[in-house]
């Protein structure tokens, strides 16, 4: 069993920039695939960046070349950096572990982007 718990949620302005982390509760090199997912009301939850434990990365072009996902192996961390945000960019937002024999969920962690 994984924990995950996000942190970095909160209110910031259209064009502003919010760092998410992910604290995993095991050693980040055993999961095989780490992602970020959003779910907005009356949306269905989307992928929003991924990272291999080989450090490939994936974005769907609504955040490509706005959204950045890392990864600290020694802090067991995923990191997704938001720039130049959007109000259609609010949404609760998911992380997500996949490792052989089951994929895990933080709590969310809600970002509100308005004026």
């Known amino acids: 069993q994984v924990q995950l718990v996000e942190s970095g949620g909160g209110l910031v302005q259209p064009g502003g920039s919010l760092r998410l982390s992910c604290a995993a509760s095991e050693s980040i090199l055993n999961i095989n695939v780490m992602g970020w997912y959003r779910q907005a009301p009356g949306k269905q939850r989307e992928l929003v960046a991924a990272?291999?434990?080989?450090?490939?990365?994936n974005y769907p072009d609504s955040v490509k070349g706005r959204f950045t996902i890392s990864r600290d192996n020694a802090k067991n961390t995923v990191y997704l950096q938001m720039n130049s945000l959007k109000p259609e960019d609010t949404a609760v937002y998911y992380c997500r572990a996949f490792k052989s024999g089951g994929n895990y969920w933080g709590q969310g962690t809600q970002v509100t982007v308005s004026s």
């Open positions: 990272i291999t434990s080989g450090g490939n990365t």
